[in-house]
């Protein structure tokens, strides 16, 4: 049996200030640096090791990864990046206040552009767009690759070939693999790992720095997936949005 970890990027500020952020790169708030911490020491306590880690050319998700390989005393092991773990990309909704996106276009318009699998948000204005064009991070990845907008569809074809030609490979040849990345792309990953249709992703949410870890056979077909907490497996349903760290029975302790 072959085990891949993913977890979603600690609180970041556009979370924080709930912004829709998509590409743009923002940092860990203060509490996404302790969930990347708790989560790096919840690995820890449950024995897990990595041999290779993938994570996206955003910071929010890099940063975690990072916090989390310190926690764990690996920072040693080999760290891809790539722009196909990116958020999927929100287009001319990035950076706008999601409160005020749903009184000027309504709750329902929002909600499926937020989750359906194939309506896609407006494209980003043609100045936002050449500024993604002009980033250093995209200077390799073809002019072609960088979007106006994504649907979920469009984020798991991209990110599939990252999946089919870097990260499956590897869990073949046994390596033990984290993946750090982002609510869509995991969203995403999950999709096609477990054959979701469309109309049954709508719901699917990926909490913020609790690590997902699936089971795998030898084909990577899942045989099944659980969240982890410093207990061990989460059982199903009482999965929370994140770890709620001003929860004054939230015990530090056992992270030595
Ligand atoms: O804004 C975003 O990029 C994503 C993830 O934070 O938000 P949503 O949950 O609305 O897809």
Same mark, same amino acid.
């Not at 196909?84 to 706008?96: K, S």
């Given at each position: 049996?072959?085990k891949?970890?993913?977890?979603?990027?600690g609180e *970041?500020?556009f979370?924080?200030e709930h912004r829709?952020?998509?590409?743009?790169?923002? @940092?860990l708030?203060d509490?996404?640096?302790k969930e990347a911490?708790v989560?790096g020491?919840i690995?820890?306590?449950?024995g897990?090791?990595?041999d290779?880690?993938?994570? *996206?050319?955003?910071?929010?998700?890099?940063?975690t +990864?990072?916090i989390?390989l310190?926690?764990?005393?690996?920072v040693?092991? /080999?760290v891809y990046?790539?722009?196909?773990?990116?958020?999927?990309h929100?287009?001319?909704?990035?950076?706008l206040?999601?409160?005020?996106?749903?009184e000027?276009?309504?709750?329902?318009?929002v909600y499926?552009?937020?989750?359906s699998? @194939?309506?896609r /948000?407006p494209d980003?204005?043609a100045?936002a767009?050449q500024?993604?064009?002009?980033?250093?991070k995209?200077a390799s990845?073809?002019? #072609?690759?960088? /979007?106006l907008?994504?649907t979920?569809?469009d !984020?798991?074809?991209?990110a599939?070939?990252y999946?089919?030609?870097?990260?499956? /490979?590897?869990i073949k040849r046994?390596?033990?693999?984290l993946?750090?990345?982002?609510g869509? !792309?995991?969203?995403?990953?999950v999709?096609?790992l477990?054959?979701?249709p469309?109309?049954?992703?709508?719901t699917?949410?990926i909490p913020n720095g609790i690590p997902l870890?699936?089971?795998?056979d030898?084909? +990577?077909?899942?045989?099944?997936?659980?969240?982890?907490?410093?207990? #061990?497996?989460?059982p199903?349903?009482?999965v929370?949005?994140h770890?709620?760290?001003?929860?004054?029975?939230f015990?530090?302790?056992?992270?030595g």
């Amino acid at each position: 049996m072959k085990k891949i970890v993913f977890i979603r990027h600690g609180e *970041s500020r556009f979370n924080l200030e709930h912004r829709f952020t998509g590409w743009t790169d923002v @940092d860990l708030t203060d509490d996404g640096y302790k969930e990347a911490r708790v989560a790096g020491a919840i690995l820890k306590k449950h024995g897990y090791l990595f041999d290779v880690a993938h994570t *996206s050319v955003l910071k929010r998700a890099i940063r975690t +990864l990072w916090i989390m390989l310190h926690e764990m005393d690996l920072v040693w092991i /080999p760290v891809y990046k790539s722009w196909r773990l990116n958020e999927r990309h929100y287009g001319g909704l990035q950076g706008l206040d999601k409160e005020e996106v749903r009184e000027q276009f309504g709750e329902e318009q929002v909600y499926e552009w937020r989750r359906s699998a @194939d309506v896609r /948000p407006p494209d980003s204005s043609a100045e936002a767009h050449q500024k993604d064009l002009e980033d250093p991070k995209y200077a390799s990845i073809g002019e #072609g690759n960088v /979007p106006l907008s994504e649907t979920l569809l469009d !984020t798991e074809r991209r990110a599939i070939v990252y999946w089919n030609e870097t990260i499956a /490979p590897s869990i073949k040849r046994n390596q033990r693999v984290l993946v750090s990345a982002h609510g869509n !792309t995991l969203r995403a990953l999950v999709k096609h790992l477990d054959h979701i249709p469309n109309d049954g992703i709508v719901t699917l949410n990926i909490p913020n720095g609790i690590p997902l870890v699936y089971e795998l056979d030898d084909e +990577l077909k899942p045989i099944r997936h659980y969240y982890l907490n410093e207990d #061990g497996e989460m059982p199903e349903g009482e999965v929370p949005k994140h770890i709620d760290l001003d929860d004054p029975e939230f015990d530090f302790h056992w992270m030595g």
